[in-house]
């Protein structure tokens, strides 16, 4: 009893102000610190009387701990202890938390604690039984609703057959069990329903381990069991939380120990009403003008046990608050990740930066290479090449000019049969129209090369141009007995050309690989075109191999030089031009001899920026 007199030492719950007025309240809750329900309410009720400007408040709290004193020799020792110490302390309000203090409130305010308001909670009507409330009494009535629970378990396992309800033997236990069995019966024609409230708690935990597969537990309170142990509430649960089935309950306490959840009476939400309460009344107003509020109940779950039971989030209700859920990798790690993600892309922009500053710096020096280079070939040496023109036209020409008079005579051949093919006469013709177009190009690009001008750029697929070359030479790969094998990249290679000038290197590289397999047996002639992207994903590629000679150690430093060739017939333009028209164009070409035998030559292009940045990424 000293040690009760000692806990309910004033706590100033703010400092104040010197001359601030003070306000004297007075908790007195049904059990001790030890319970749920005293943390729960008591933290909502502290909450909000803090912040109860411009008044100081001085807050006492007690305990009836009919838990643990549950005879009524002790309660009324409580009671009269009580009594005594605040009956002169001049209080302004009294805040009853549970049955007890409520009964003690009603039976003691006239006598003892007259004129001075009193806020109720954590206690239903039926609890505090007949007993007449004052003017001066108001509060928030707790709600018992069982069957709404048993609703809800219904609803997220819908297979249930049994219904185990658990409970224990103390006074609130056997108050909280006689309302669940006014709440069941009309679920007793579907459901076999078993009452687990007489056993001592390890009989408790046997029966609990072994429940049939479409059980579920409807967990009450066991304040005391069988044998007369006493349990603070988290124990008793997490005990009865052994059950092989889900545990539903009727209160927030309960929350967080191993149940599912359910319609529940929340006691953090009596607190939080009846603090509303008496910040109302600190505040001037009159209890009897204050409405008392009924039930603080709520759909609550416990996340853990939804996944632990494989229960979809789908089928609890809308209004259901869901606890500790576990946080996502956002959740917990959100500002790091931010702060990352900003430091990448500051990084990554800069390096953009770096690139392009790079770039624009090799462009620039590469054009005024050309410039010096141009400045120093004066334009005498290009009148004085007038015959290398004249050769490298008619190389250029040559195939065009052939195709056109392969086409010719063949239209020729058709047009005189007696029942002509217009289809195929029309189809030579088109390419007829086609060759010349391709053949007047040339002579643009080869007069652009050879007056200093640019052969004009755009966005070109190198994918596109070679499938186009390689059905242009269709007919030549044929006759000439070799296998042509295209290999494409599988994406997009996008670079800054033009179609024509590179159809034009293509064809010149595909006609030297064909002539260099000429002598070798038909079986061994196979010429490969193939695209890439270079290793650095900066540059696109066209890569010709063929299984010939190759190049010998002593021509590879003339392969690009004018008049230059290995070749009876050849005229030594095709390369030379070919590199013209890559300079000019921006890109280059080179040539290795392969290991198997043979020489690979490689167009190489600057990809376009924005295809840069996708295949980087």
Same mark, same amino acid.
């Given at each position: ?56 408040v001085?807050?006492?709290?007690e ?21 005594g ?25 006239e ?13 239903t ?16 009535? *707790? /709600? ?5 629970? %048993?609703?809800a378990? +219904?609803?997220? #396992? @819908?297979?249930?057959?049994? =219904?185990?309800?658990v409970?224990g ?9 006689a ?12 459901l076999?329903?078993?009452? *687990? /409230? ?5 009989? %408790?935990?046997?029966? +609990?381990?072994? #429940? @049939?597969?479409?059980?579920? =537990? ?31 309950? *009727? ?7 191993g ?6 009476s ?9 603090g509303?309460?008496a ?85 620039a ?33 040559a ?23 217009y ?7 088109t ?14 690009n080869?007069r ?81 075109v ?23 150690e ?64």
């Amino acid at each position: 009893m000293l040690a009760l007199l000692v806990c309910g030492l004033p706590f100033r719950s703010t400092a104040g102000r010197p001359g601030q007025e003070v306000r004297k309240v007075l908790i007195i809750y049904e059990t001790g610190p030890s319970t749920l329900s005293y943390h729960l309410i008591d933290q909502q009720l502290r909450a909000i009387l803090d912040n109860t400007a411009p008044y100081q408040v001085e807050l006492y709290t007690e305990s009836m701990e009919t838990g643990l004193f549950p005879d009524e020799a002790s309660q009324k020792q409580i009671r009269e202890a009580y009594i005594g110490k605040y009956q002169d302390r001049k209080l302004d309000l009294i805040i009853a938390a549970g049955p007890s203090p409520i009964q003690f409130m009603l039976e003691s305010h006239e006598n003892h604690f007259k004129d001075i308001p009193v806020v109720f909670c954590g206690a239903t009507k039926e609890q505090v039984g007949t007993l007449p409330f004052h003017s001066y009494f108001t509060g928030v009535w *707790l /709600t018992w609703e069982p069957a709404r629970t %048993l609703d809800a378990a +219904l609803t997220l #396992l @819908p297979d249930t057959k049994r =219904v185990v309800v658990v409970g224990g033997a103390g006074l609130y236990d056997k108050e909280l069990e006689a309302a669940v069995r006014k709440s069941l019966p009309p679920y007793e024609h579907r459901l076999d329903i078993t009452y *687990l /409230t007489d056993l001592a708690m390890p009989a %408790l935990i046997e029966r +609990l381990k072994v #429940l @049939p597969s479409d059980s579920i =537990v409807l967990f009450t309170t066991i304040e005391r069991d069988a044998g007369g142990t006493y349990f603070p509430k988290t124990v008793s649960v997490a005990n009865a939380s052994v059950a092989n089935a889900p545990i539903f309950v *009727l209160f927030d306490t309960l929350l967080g120990h191993g149940t599912m959840g359910g319609y529940v009476s929340s006691f953090a939400g009596q607190g939080r009403e009846a603090g509303k309460i008496a910040y109302r009344i600190l505040n001037g107003e009159r209890p009897q003008d204050i409405a008392a509020v009924v039930g603080t109940n709520a759909y609550f779950f416990d996340w853990r046990q939804l996944q632990r039971w494989g229960i979809p989030e789908s089928r609890i209700p809308a209004e259901s608050t869901v606890l500790f859920r576990a946080p996502t990798d956002w959740e917990k790690y959100k500002y790091r990740i931010i702060a990352v993600l900003t430091f990448i892309a500051a990084q990554s922009a800069f390096m953009f930066l770096l690139i392009w500053l790079i770039k624009r710096r090799i462009r620039a020096q590469q054009f005024l290479e050309r410039q010096l280079i141009a400045e120093e070939i004066s334009h005498l040496n290009h009148v004085a090449s007038i015959g290398h023109m004249a050769a490298s036209l008619a190389h250029e020409l040559a195939q065009p000019l052939g195709a056109i008079l392969s086409n010719a005579q063949a239209a020729e051949h058709l047009a005189s049969r007696p029942s002509p093919d217009y289809g195929e006469i029309r189809a030579a013709l088109t390419d007829i129209r086609e060759d010349n177009k391709r053949a007047r190009a040339v002579l643009e690009n080869m007069r652009a090369i050879f007056k200093k001008q640019t052969i004009p750029r755009y966005e070109v697929d190198l994918n596109e141009i070679a499938a186009g070359v390689t059905r242009m030479v269709r007919r030549d790969v044929l006759l000439r007995g070799v296998e042509l094998r295209l290999m494409l990249s599988a994406n997009a290679l996008r670079v800054q050309g033009n179609e024509v000038p590179l159809q034009q290197v293509l064809m010149n590289l595909i006609n030297n690989g064909m002539d260099a397999m000429r002598d070798l047996p038909q079986d061994r002639r196979v010429l490969t075109v193939s695209t890439s992207v270079r290793a650095d994903m900066h540059w696109g590629m066209i890569l010709v191999e063929d299984n010939g000679p190759g190049i010998s150690e002593r021509d590879k430093a003339k392969v690009f030089m004018p008049l230059f060739t290995t070749k009876n017939e050849g005229l030594g333009m095709g390369l030379s031009i070919c590199r013209s028209i890559l300079d000019s164009l921006g890109g280059r070409i080179s040539f290795d001899n392969r290991p198997e035998g043979g020489s690979a030559f490689r167009v190489e292009l600057p990809l376009t920026v924005a295809r840069y940045i996708s295949m980087s990424a």
